[in-house]
Structures are given as structure tokens and as C-alpha cells.
């Protein structure tokens, strides 16, 4: 059974620094990946989604990557800023694309 | 404006009760799932379909019921048969076509609490 695992469960950073957080799964044999935000009490965004022939999605200052054989994703965040404030959650999908597992979150609260 | 959308967006419930959670998409999705989110933690999947009139059970289904009889809808029903059903209740879809295949995307969620 997948299981996902995101370190460190919270970081408060300031305003402007760049920032890696990290997420991990046992099962190597993934179909893709999905990074999501979170607002308190709100429903979540997707962020980025790579598939498992990708090695890594950009969208404006995010950036994910994808190792399937060390069973890692990163997502970067360059020059973070106070609305990046949130809750971030990695997601692997099984190999049928149908389902999602999903990591416990990182809260990330940027300090102005 | 294409989305998905959840009603109520709070609900509280006697014990004893059964309530049913409303899920609407207008993406033209052909998958639906529903998860439960309890604080601090992630999301577990409950139930999901795939295509209308057939669903399979996610991972922590017993003490809930869900139906497909239409693309659009998946409602979820809360049953007196959930031991523990306060929590944030999230549904989501996903397109199996186009630009943003596979991705799923979710809908803002309803708050059940048990009184």
C-alpha cells in the first residue's frame, strides 16, 4: 500500500526566501504526482501536476520535481511571499491514474 | 465559470441521523471522488466513480453511501452507521481528456458536525 510522507509538517520562513518542501512515497510505481495548496477551512488548489515520464512542472515561481527511483518530489517556491502562506500537500496517483494518495501537508507561513 | 460545487457549506447533525452532502460539477469530468479531511491530517478517500451508475469503495467507506445516476452529480449520504462523521468533507473530479488530463480538482467543501 502507497504511502506518502511530507517533511518538515511546518516552516515559517521570511518574507523573500527561497524554499524547498519535500515529499516522499514507498511505491516507486506511480502514475503521476499532484501538488495542492490548502487556505484554512477551504477546499484545495492544485498546484502543479507531473506525470510520471516528467521530471519536473513549472508554473511561475513553483517548481516540482519528480524522482520516481528514490521515490522523492520537491516543490520549490522561489522568493516566497505572505499569500504563499497555506497548507501544501503532495498526492501520488496509483498506476491507473484513478486514485490519489496524499502526504499529511507542510504548513508554510511566510513572515512579512 | 466551470467548477465544482458542494452544499451545504456547514452541516450539523443529531445523532442518529442520516445526512446526504451534495457534489456538482460542471467540468464534464468523468470521475468523482469524495474524501474526509480530520484536522491536521491529509485526505482519505472514501469513495470514488469513475463513470455514471458504477462507484467503488475508497478506504474508510463503511458508514457511507454514495450513488452516480448522472455525470454531474455524486452525492455523498452520511449514514447513523459512521461512528465518527465531525469532519471536512471534500469531493473532487477529474477529466480523463484535454489540456489538464488526469488532474483532479476539488470543491470547497462541507463542515459536518455531529451534535
Not at chain 2, 479531511?37 to 453511501?65: H, M, T, W
Not at chain 2, 461512528?83 to 470547497?108: D, I, V
Amino acid at each position: 500500500k502507497q504511502e506518502v510522507t511530507q517533511i518538515p509538517a511546518a516552516l515559517s520562513v521570511p518574507e523573500g526566501e527561497n524554499l524547498v518542501l519535500n515529499c516522499s512515497f514507498t511505491d516507486s510505481a506511480i502514475y503521476n504526482l499532484q501538488w495542492f495548496r490548502q487556505d484554512p477551512g477551504k477546499g484545495l488548489t492544485s498546484l502543479l501536476l507531473i506525470q510520471s515520464s516528467q521530471r519536473e512542472q513549472t508554473s511561475g515561481r513553483l517548481n516540482a520535481s519528480l524522482d520516481k527511483s528514490s521515490g522523492r518530489s520537491t516543490l520549490y517556491i522561489a522568493a516566497s511571499q505572505p499569500g504563499d502562506s497555506a497548507t501544501y500537500l503532495c498526492a501520488a496517483g496509483e498506476t491507473s491514474g484513478s486514485r490519489l494518495t496524499f502526504g499529511e501537508g507542510t504548513q508554510l507561513t511566510v513572515n512579512p | 465559470d466551470g467548477g465544482i460545487t458542494q452544499s451545504p457549506k456547514y452541516l450539523f447533525r443529531k445523532e442518529g441521523q442520516n445526512v446526504t452532502l451534495s457534489c456538482e460539477q460542471n467540468l464534464n469530468h468523468d470521475a468523482m471522488y469524495w474524501y474526509r479531511q480530520d484536522p491536521g491530517q491529509g485526505l482519505r478517500l472514501i469513495y470514488y466513480s469513475q463513470i455514471v451508475n458504477d462507484f467503488q469503495k475508497g478506504d474508510i467507506a463503511e458508514g457511507y453511501s454514495v450513488s452516480r445516476e448522472k455525470k454531474e452529480s455524486f452525492p455523498l449520504t452520511v449514514t447513523s452507521a459512521q461512528k465518527n462523521p465531525t469532519a471536512f468533507y471534500l469531493c473532487a473530479s477529474r477529466g480523463l481528456a484535454g489540456g489538464r488530463y488526469n488532474e483532479q480538482f476539488f470543491g470547497p467543501g462541507t463542515r459536518l458536525t455531529v451534535l
